[in-house]
């Protein structure tokens, strides 16, 4: 880089290139050329450099040119030519913007940078001049330059001397932050013109990288002229306002004997159904103004769902003669439920073929798959349609991996299980929890003594800053690393660091007193706020989460109460059955080894799980 000649430190304050990093670079090159996208690079120079290079060339020849960044060091490129547009939060950089950031016009970024320099690539700058004072300053003299012509004109004698003393550094800085805009290169603005994707060159290279989410995504795409994309299906959208309308469409649609549904929630409330017959989609606004509450200027009155529309689609989901598809079914189950209204099988649901399909790919909302399949179709109260076109791909898909089985028979009955053990919920005795309550509260008062005991004084215990200063400048403990903020790091491996091989008794303390102090915040305050308004708690079940195809349990997390802990165990002893009942706890024996066995044919690992020996005494031996 040609400025590591003009400052040996530039940058040096940088850590090395992470070598996992290194071999990534030619495939960055490979996937341009795969992408058809055109890249430069120019060794000596920086990207910037490059940009503020094309910039220039795009003025002379009359063209407007747009920078796509959000990089501070590009606004001094900003003119009636150049524009920047921040990705990240999707907006024009205006000039407030560049105002508010450097506290002048683009046109004298470069002024102020060079006083107050950048601790990020170790630009020197003028020492004790900020931001602030650095726009102050040129506001006031235009330009470096005109500044040191006349600092007789600046009345603090202490700032005039270290202006006077940096003149070197400053010089020095205003050609770090000056983007080169005359880089020597040969490519002309025509070779960036942008070019069509060309299938199999790109398909080749994400077959190569194992990109088989992308890979599956581009096949069903046409972007070069070797192909003619599908033809997008013709669907008339109708909206249903009348009762007698409703009901037309339910005879029809049951006569079909297949449908696919989605269903649009309003805050808590249902706000409105679509129903798609492969050929028209039906959309039904269930939320209606209360007729008794006059809506003014100050006020408008909540809507509520159409109970007298619902009752006309009842039968059409409880039919169980009918084939459904939606999105996210176990959800739809409670939500129609609100309002007295049974989603029966048989169904599909999109989301879970997807998970079934993809498993941790990609995201498995409703959004994503119609990004996924349908890229490039208007998707505005198209939903119902776009779940049931989604469904016969992922059905074809799942009978090629021969993996429609994994779906109908182990996946999808689970569906109004688990919404059922959702509803019923599970039985927490309220009067075990406040004896906990008050159990842990005695313990984290006494744990509290104990370490504001050791540290001689009363520590936020729970601030990490003030806990970090303890450890690592008062006490004087070795290991410690600050965080990016610049405090010192006190997360659990510190402390464990700290516990173990220091064996340093304050850091055993606060890992009881964090350990307790989640506990009781996470489960025994949570459960005693839930049951009060039900004595069954219910937990949300999902199917399409964890990576391994596990349950996972949210809203509480009930699969994280430590099992092991005298405390993990209290809290567990908080959920009971009711009078009659029993709570049983069943798990797989081995179940990991056992399918090692079966699959790779181990002889005498089968006979053993056959015999029912201890497969543990059976290895030793």
């Given at each position: 880089?040609?400025?590591?000649?003009?400052?040996?430190?530039?940058?040096?304050?940088?850590?090395e290139?992470?070598?996992?990093?290194?071999?990534?670079?030619?495939?960055?090159r490979?996937a341009c050329?795969?992408?058809?996208?055109a890249?430069?690079?120019?060794?000596?120079?920086?990207?910037?450099?490059?940009?503020?290079?094309?910039s220039?060339?795009?003025?002379?020849?009359?063209?407007?040119t747009?920078v796509?960044?959000?990089d501070?060091?590009?606004m001094?490129?900003?003119?009636?030519?150049?524009?920047?547009?921040?990705?990240?939060k999707?907006?024009?950089?205006?000039?407030?913007?560049?105002?508010?950031?450097?506290?002048?016009?683009?046109?004298?970024?470069?002024?102020?940078?060079?006083?107050?320099?950048?601790?990020?690539?170790?630009?020197?700058g003028?020492?004790?001049?900020?931001p602030?004072?650095a726009?102050?300053?040129?506001?006031?003299?235009?330009?470096?330059?005109?500044?040191?012509?006349?600092?007789?004109q600046?009345?603090?004698?202490?700032?005039?001397?270290s202006?006077?003393?940096?003149?070197?550094k400053?010089?020095?800085?205003?050609?770090?932050?000056?983007l080169?805009?005359?880089?020597?290169?040969?490519?002309?603005?025509e070779?960036?013109?942008?070019?069509p994707l060309?299938?199999q060159?790109?398909?080749?290279?994400?077959?190569l990288?194992?990109f088989?989410s992308?890979?599956?995504?581009?096949?069903?795409?046409?972007?070069d002229g070797?192909?003619?994309?599908?033809?997008q299906?013709?669907?008339?959208?109708?909206?249903?306002?009348?009762?007698?309308?409703?009901?037309?469409?339910?005879?029809?649609?049951?006569?079909q004997?297949?449908?696919s549904?989605?269903?649009?929630q309003?805050?808590?409330?249902?706000?409105?159904?679509?129903?798609?017959?492969?050929?028209s989609?039906?959309?039904i606004?269930l939320?209606?103004?209360?007729?008794?509450?006059?809506e003014?200027?100050?006020?408008?009155?909540?809507?509520k769902?159409?109970q007298?529309?619902?009752?006309?689609?009842?039968?059409l989901?409880?039919?169980?003669?009918?084939?459904?598809?939606?999105?996210?079914?176990?959800?739809?189950i409670?939500?129609?439920?609100?309002?007295?209204?049974?989603?029966?099988?048989?169904?599909?649901?999109?989301?879970?073929?997807?998970y079934?399909?993809?498993?941790?790919q990609?995201?498995?909302?409703l959004?994503t798959?119609?990004?996924?399949?349908?890229?490039?179709?208007?998707?505005e109260?198209?939903?119902?349609f776009f779940?049931?076109?989604?469904?016969?791909?992922?059905?074809?898909?799942?009978?090629?991996?021969?993996?429609l089985?994994?779906?109908e028979?182990?996946?999808?009955?689970?569906?109004?299980?688990?919404?059922?053990m959702?509803?019923?919920?599970?039985l927490?005795?309220?009067?075990?929890?406040?004896?906990?309550?008050?159990?842990?509260?005695?313990?984290?008062e006494?744990?509290?003594?104990?370490?504001?005991?050791?540290?001689?004084?009363?520590v936020n215990i729970?601030?990490?800053?003030?806990?970090?200063d303890?450890f690592?400048e008062?006490?004087?403990?070795?290991?410690?690393?600050?965080?990016?903020n610049g405090?010192?790091?006190?997360?659990?491996?510190?402390?464990?660091?700290?516990?173990?091989?220091?064996?340093d008794?304050?850091?055993?303390?606060?890992?009881?007193?964090?350990?307790?102090?989640k506990?009781?915040?996470t489960?025994i305050?949570?459960?005693?706020e839930?049951?009060?308004?039900?004595?069954?708690?219910?937990?949300t079940?999902?199917?399409v989460?964890?990576n391994?195809g596990?349950?996972?349990?949210?809203?509480?997390?009930?699969q994280?109460?430590?099992?092991?802990?005298?405390?993990g165990?209290?809290?567990?002893?908080?959920?009971i059955?009711?009078?009659g009942?029993?709570?049983l706890?069943?798990d797989?024996?081995?179940?990991?080894?056992?399918?090692?066995?079966?699959?790779?044919?181990?002889?005498?690992?089968?006979?053993?799980?056959i015999?029912?020996?201890?497969?543990?005494?059976?290895?030793?031996?």
């Amino acid at each position: 880089n040609f400025r590591n000649e003009i400052y040996p430190e530039y940058k040096a304050n940088r850590r090395e290139t992470p070598t996992e990093l290194i071999p990534q670079f030619p495939l960055i090159r490979e996937a341009c050329e795969a992408l058809n996208v055109a890249w430069i690079e120019k060794e000596g120079y920086e990207a910037d450099d490059l940009i503020a290079t094309f910039s220039r060339i795009a003025k002379e020849k009359g063209i407007k040119t747009r920078v796509i960044s959000a990089d501070k060091d590009l606004m001094q490129l900003m003119d009636d030519n150049t524009a920047l547009y921040d990705p990240m939060k999707k907006k024009e950089i205006t000039l407030e913007d560049v105002f508010q950031k450097f506290g002048v016009t683009p046109d004298k970024v470069i002024e102020v940078q060079s006083l107050m320099g950048d601790s990020t690539d170790n630009i020197p700058g003028a020492s004790g001049i900020g931001p602030k004072t650095a726009a102050s300053l040129i506001r006031q003299f235009d330009s470096v330059q005109n500044m040191f012509q006349h600092l007789d004109q600046i009345p603090s004698d202490k700032k005039r001397e270290s202006l006077l003393a940096d003149k070197e550094k400053i010089e020095i800085s205003q050609k770090l932050v000056m983007l080169d805009k005359f880089v020597p290169v040969n490519q002309d603005l025509e070779v960036f013109k942008r070019r069509p994707l060309q299938n199999q060159k790109l398909l080749n290279f994400l077959n190569l990288n194992n990109f088989s989410s992308l890979t599956k995504r581009i096949s069903s795409l046409h972007f070069d002229g070797t192909d003619t994309p599908a033809p997008q299906k013709e669907i008339e959208i109708i909206e249903l306002k009348k009762e007698e309308q409703i009901q037309e469409v339910v005879e029809k649609v049951r006569l079909q004997k297949s449908f696919s549904f989605y269903l649009k929630q309003s805050e808590e409330e249902l706000g409105g159904v679509s129903i798609c017959d492969g050929k028209s989609i039906f959309v039904i606004d269930l939320m209606t103004a209360q007729d008794s509450v006059q809506e003014d200027l100050f006020f408008k009155p909540k809507a509520k769902c159409n109970q007298n529309f619902l009752k006309i689609l009842a039968p059409l989901f409880a039919d169980k003669n009918i084939q459904k598809a939606g999105y996210d079914i176990k959800t739809g189950i409670h939500l129609l439920d609100k309002y007295d209204l049974v989603l029966t099988e048989p169904f599909k649901d999109v989301m879970l073929m997807s998970y079934d399909l993809d498993g941790s790919q990609h995201k498995h909302d409703l959004q994503t798959l119609i990004q996924i399949y349908f890229p490039k179709e208007e998707k505005e109260n198209k939903e119902a349609f776009f779940i049931g076109e989604i469904v016969q791909k992922l059905t074809e898909k799942l009978i090629q991996k021969n993996e429609l089985g994994l779906y109908e028979d182990i996946d999808a009955p689970l569906i109004s299980i688990l919404a059922d053990m959702e509803k019923e919920g599970i039985l927490v005795d309220e009067k075990h929890l406040k004896k906990l309550e008050n159990t842990f509260s005695r313990r984290l008062e006494e744990l509290t003594r104990q370490i504001h005991a050791l540290t001689g004084d009363e520590v936020n215990i729970n601030s990490p800053a003030q806990l970090g200063d303890v450890f690592f400048e008062k006490r004087g403990l070795k290991g410690g690393k600050r965080g990016a903020n610049g405090h010192w790091i006190t997360d659990v491996k510190v402390l464990e660091m700290l516990a173990n091989e220091q064996e340093d008794e304050l850091a055993k303390l606060i890992l009881k007193y964090r350990a307790a102090a989640k506990l009781k915040s996470t489960y025994i305050d949570d459960l005693l706020e839930r049951v009060k308004i039900n004595p069954r708690v219910s937990t949300t079940f999902s199917l399409v989460s964890a990576n391994t195809g596990r349950l996972a349990s949210s809203n509480p997390n009930l699969q994280n109460i430590p099992v092991r802990s005298e405390e993990g165990k209290e809290i567990r002893e908080s959920f009971i059955s009711k009078e009659g009942c029993v709570l049983l706890s069943a798990d797989y024996s081995q179940i990991e080894l056992r399918l090692i066995a079966d699959v790779a044919g181990v002889k005498k690992l089968r006979e053993s799980f056959i015999n029912n020996e201890d497969i543990h005494a059976r290895t030793a031996s």
